[in-house]
C-alpha cells in the first residue's frame, strides 16, 4: 500500500521549534524524492524542502534555509522536518509527499500525506 503519514504538529511559540516525521510506505523507496510543503490559509501550498530518501541533494525555500533541515532518521525510518527559530509566517499544514523526479515543483509529486497542523503563536 502507498502511503506517507505525517506526525510531529503542534502550536509552539515564536522562537520555538517542531521536528514533523513522515512514514513512508513505497516500492523501491531509494527510487524517491521526499518533499515537504506547506499550505497557509488563503494561500497556495507551497515548496518548502526536499531530500532523495537515499539522503543526498537537500534544497529549502528561501523562506526556511538556515532554520528548517530535512534529514532521514535511520531509526525510525523516516524523513523529518526539523523546524527552529519558528514565526508566525510558518503557521500552516504541512504535507509529506513523493516523487520519483528531482525536482521542487509542487505538480511534480504524485504521493502526498494528509497533514499536519503546525501554529506559531507570536
Known amino acids: 500500500q502507498v502511503q506517507l503519514v505525517e506526525s510531529g504538529g503542534g502550536l509552539v511559540q515564536a522562537g520555538g521549534s517542531l521536528r514533523l516525521s513522515c512514514a513512508a510506505s513505497?516500492?523501491?523507496?531509494?527510487?524517491?524524492?521526499m518533499g515537504w510543503f506547506r499550505q497557509a490559509p488563503g494561500k497556495e501550498r507551497e515548496f518548502v524542502a526536499r531530500?532523495?530518501?537515499?539522503?543526498?541533494?537537500?534544497y529549502y525555500a528561501d523562506s526556511v534555509r538556515g532554520r528548517f533541515t530535512i534529514a532521514r532518521d535511520y531509526a525510525k525510518n523516516t524523513v523529518d522536518l526539523q523546524m527552529n527559530s519558528l514565526k508566525p509566517e510558518d503557521t500552516a499544514v504541512y504535507y509529506c509527499?513523493?516523487?520519483?523526479?528531482?525536482?521542487?515543483?509542487?505538480?511534480?509529486?504524485?504521493?502526498w500525506g494528509q497533514g499536519t497542523q503546525v501554529t506559531v503563536s507570536s
Open positions: 509527499a513523493a516523487t520519483t523526479v528531482i525536482t521542487t515543483t509542487l505538480t511534480s509529486y504524485n504521493i
Open positions: 513505497l516500492p523501491n523507496r531509494s527510487s524517491y524524492t
Open positions: 531530500m532523495r530518501w537515499t539522503g543526498g541533494l537537500q
